[in-house]
């Protein structure tokens, strides 16, 4: 059941409450982008996609029997978790890198993106919502990032941090089944979600009445192998 496009979609059949979201998936940009300018060194980097996220999703998808949908295309395209009114939706520039593809693009292009990239992924989202409304079944979600250990310069603590808006109880008991000793954690860390900058907790959760946080994961520690294996187990015990 695997999708590659906007989508990819992971244990479909799966039984779990919890649902998985990867928006920042994958760093791939089509070809005929060249890259929207930016190095290939700098498309490896955080600002492209969210590293090691796709893969303890992709993991947590198979050890919970959960459905994930990881995004398909670079946020450099098009941001899946940010509002289309955001500024940060199409960015010019990325923390200290100029995005030159992304400057001066027209109302065709803008709607392009939106048409194939953004909207295909939240409607075979909120398409699955819908049918387990309809079918009576208990749904959770849970959005997996991870954030850079070093932001403009500044050198970020949190190993990990568990985000949430209207979903305070769910948020508050994850963060505690997932403390344990040298495991520096936090609710809202390393940043706040909010309705101006994200989109998968208020309007897939918060607004629809259905449990929604999200999960941050500092990227050095799930830049390998065992990392990645250690957090996904982590977080199926957790969730
Ligand atoms: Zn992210």
């Known amino acids: 059941m695997t999708e590659v496009g906007a989508v990819e979609v992971r244990g479909e059949g799966g039984t779990s409450e919890i649902v998985l979201l990867c928006e920042h998936a994958s760093n791939h940009i089509p070809e005929r982008y060249n890259g929207l300018g930016v190095s290939d060194a700098d498309l490896q980097r955080h600002i492209a996609w969210d ?3 796709a893969e303890v999703t992709r993991r ?3 050890a919970l029997g959960a459905v994930a949908f990881l995004g398909g295309y670079s946020r450099l395209l098009i941001d899946l978790n940010r509002p289309l009114e955001s500024p940060n939706s199409i960015v010019t520039r990325s923390e200290a890198t100029d995005i030159p593809g992304n400057i001066n693009i027209d109302d065709a292009e803008r709607t392009y993106r939106v048409e194939t990239m953004f909207t295909p992924y939240h409607a075979r989202f909120t398409a699955h919502l819908n049918a387990r409304q309809a079918r009576g079944l208990p749904t959770r979600i849970v959005s997996i990032h ?4 070093v932001y403009h310069g500044e050198a970020r603590q949190w190993h990990g941090g568990v985000l949430f808006d209207k979903a305070r109880a769910y948020g508050e008991a994850v963060l ?7 495991l520096m954690l936090g609710a809202n860390v390393p940043y706040q979600t909010s309705r101006d900058e994200d989109y998968g907790i208020p309007i897939h959760g918060d607004d629809r009445g259905l449990e929604a946080i999200m999960i941050e994961i500092r990227q050095d520690l799930i830049s390998d192998p065992t990392g990645i294996d250690l957090w996904a187990q982590r977080l199926s015990k957790a969730l």
Not at 146 to 149: D, E
Not at 177 to 182: A, H
Request: charged residues 30%.
């Open 146 to 149: 991870s954030f850079t250990p």
């Open 176 to 182: 505690d089944r997932l403390r344990e000793p040298g």
């Open 51 to 53: 590293i090691g996220a």
């Open 60 to 62: 947590l998808s198979e």
